[in-house]
């Protein structure tokens, strides 16, 4: 490693691991200083891009002198040897750093400014490695804290690595290219006149109140027993993995915490072919319908569809898969079915109010973390019964606790009019009625949709209106 024994006008600012030396490469440091003092506009805004911090220098001086010219360029005032140099004395830190004759070294050591990119993209890597060792350090602190459980530490470490990882993507951006890339996107949703933000549902209405499920966005879906919530789930994952209304296909993940893959699988091979699983089941299947099940699985097939059936997961461990699958496949979307089956033992001990608030704040924690929207399956309490068989269910009988209307960002009350003995629409048998009780980012509503029991298969129900080719 260059400069790893050499004697520098500041001393490394990191500890020695034992006889080892964190990463560094003085050369590079020098390389990026003496270049940003000959051409500071270019080289300033290649640092701030590869995310080159105060702390991404290894020698001390070295911080001292980026973090003056940070100064300067944050106050628009010239960054060369002169102006660095006079701001360096007014801070009585020039003879720290080596004064004038060290900035003129600096610039004698970088003839050409050529292959400054080079040397940032050195001082980045050594930096992230710097970076990864204090990291590991601080997990293998933990591991050795006895009165931690093994799956909480395991959690934290991969919520830090994670995090280590997602800092190489950059969230900081100039305020001029975002507004320039919203007005790109802007143009785009003009022209296109499809309204659409977000990931499509695949569901017209419900697309046109969201304008898209979000990224970060918990959406609650929550229904009495055997009304289709799981159904609905699965419809809205299998378009989302599929491509719907003219938008790609993105990577699903399913966490079927009741029901197991095969049966998932099944559910959702008769449910494209449209076919009723309990003729499958009795071998009560024709040619045609025979062939729309091949025809269902070969595009089920090639679906980036990803299921985890292990039951009664923890929060943490249910984070930890997430994050694995959104760094192996990049997942774009994710539900869960459902809710109450997950479990968070250091608040099982609160009560399950507590618990249920625990697991609702864990779910938006990872919506937000891996900035994609999940679904989450929820039930009701027992108070829509109490109130009568025609009661409509509404947003405080979700089950165990207020937390989860608190945390949601969306929430869909399912319900099928054919339940309820009174209503106009209670002889419909085909009739779905999604509530979106809560929205906060946009209006509510409700959006009805036809519901094929027999195959488990929501659909658009346009009921006179013109979508134009919306589908």
Known sequence: MA???EKSPGAPVTPRLGDRIPPYSEDAERAVLGSILQDAERLLDLCGARQISTESFYVQSHRSIYETMLELSRARRPVDILTVSDRLREKSLLDGVGGEEELARLIDGTPTTAHAEYYIQRVYENHLLRRTIDTAR???EECYKTDLE???VLGRAEEAFFQLSERRVGQERPWADLVEAEMA??????QQKKGL?????????????????QPGDLMILAARPSMGKTSLALNIAENVATGPRKQPPRPVAVFSLEMSAESLVRRMICCRAGVSSQRLSQGMVGNEEHGNLMGAADVLRKAPLYVDDSAGLEIEELRSRARRLKRKYD???????????LNCSAR???????????????????????RIPVLVLSQFSRAPETRGG???????????SGAIEQDADIVFLLRRPCYYKEGPDSDDKTLAIVDIAKHRNGPTGEVRLNFFSDYTRFENRFEGVDHGDEE
């Open 3 to 5: 400069g790893a024994g």
């Open 138 to 140: 601080i997990v293998t």
């Open 150 to 152: 093994a799956e909480t």
């Open 185 to 190: 996107e802007a143009e785009t949703l003009i």
């Open 197 to 213: 933000t977000g990931i499509s549902t695949g569901f017209v209405d419900i697309d046109q109140i969201l304008l898209g499920m």
């Open 331 to 341: 997942i774009q979307f994710m539900v869960v079915d459902y809710l109450q089956l």
């Open 348 to 370: 099982s001990r609160d009560g399950r109010q507590q618990e249920t608030a625990a697991i609702s704040q864990g779910l938006k924690a990872i919506a937000k973390e891996l």
């Open 390 to 400: 025609g009661s409509i269910p509404k947003l405080s009988d979700l089950r165990d």
